[in-house]
């Protein structure tokens, strides 16, 4: 691999930007031109065939629009990104010295297809990115990762695009934070970036997600920028200009995941050992709790009355939110906490009763 692809790679935060979709050759050109004019973007991205859920929308200029990206890359020095999802795509990426591929969401879902990708890739030397599945299936996800890494290829990275979701939710994908936490627990030495372009669907949200990346310590961002946005020929709502990339890059406030300024480290010692103290506290009192529950099911078992008595457990839940109200808890919060709690104690009791 080249020495400049391998540094970009390395680089902490990665930026990558682009249009969703490669359109005529002044827009690739020129959006590459003002795009590396910002002096902050890493690599540049374009869409060369575009995955769309409804046949007859704009599916991709396809391999005619790969000499453009190269000129661009010649012009600006940016290394290029494309999304493949068959063979013949790596076969032209290839051809054209694309420098990283990417892999989309709806092809990580199909095994068959990045088994396809995975073959092609046999014996090459290119960086490859894997955007999780469109469903939130961490197993595809690492599926994926683990196809790939098996033709070889030594530097993969992930994508967090957010998750499909049934019904309207202010994402167009959603976070799922949790989701790719998980995924930098199993793979804690990847490469984990974040695309806020494809979870927003818009541009007001952009900066905020991109925030929330950064602040759960990801590697980078991937964002979608365009020329002229509004008239953008996919994902016209959610793309930026360069210009406002820029902003938005400049606004970004960078944390580290580690320093060494001793005072800071005391401190966030003594707050942590608070914390350890308390969750050992609720541990203890969670376990007298359920012990508590045991002995009100052998009461039920002896008078034959049913586990469940959905007035005590209405009350309980009042009880709950208006104290969390208080104690400055969400209702959501204290739902989750009170419905684990619950699950646990019924499936005690109903042990205790049927033994
Ligand atoms: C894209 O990056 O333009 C794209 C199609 O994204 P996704 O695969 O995340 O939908
Ligand atoms: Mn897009």
Redesign the pocket.
Known sequence: MQALVQEKWNKRPLIISGP??AETEQQVIETATRLAHTGQVDVL?A?IW??RTKPGMFEGIGTKGLPWLLQAKRITGLPTTV?VATAKHVEDALQFEVDIL?I???TTVNPFSVQEVADALRGVDIPVLI?NP?NADLELWSGSIERIQKAGIRQVGM?H?GFSNYGNTEFRNAPMWHLPIEMKRRFPDMLLIC?P??ICGNRHMLQSIAQKSIDLDFDGI?V?SHIDPDNAW??AKQQITPEQLADMLSALIWRSENTDKADFLTALATLREQINHIDDELMTLLGQRMKIADRIGQYKKDNNITILQTNRWNEILEKAYSKGEKLGLSQEFVTKYFDAVHLESINRQNRVMNS
Do not use: Q
């Open positions: 969703c979709s991205r869409g575009k995955p999304e990417w989309g969401a709806r955007k469109i994508i695009r695309d372009s494809h991937m979608e996919s994902d």
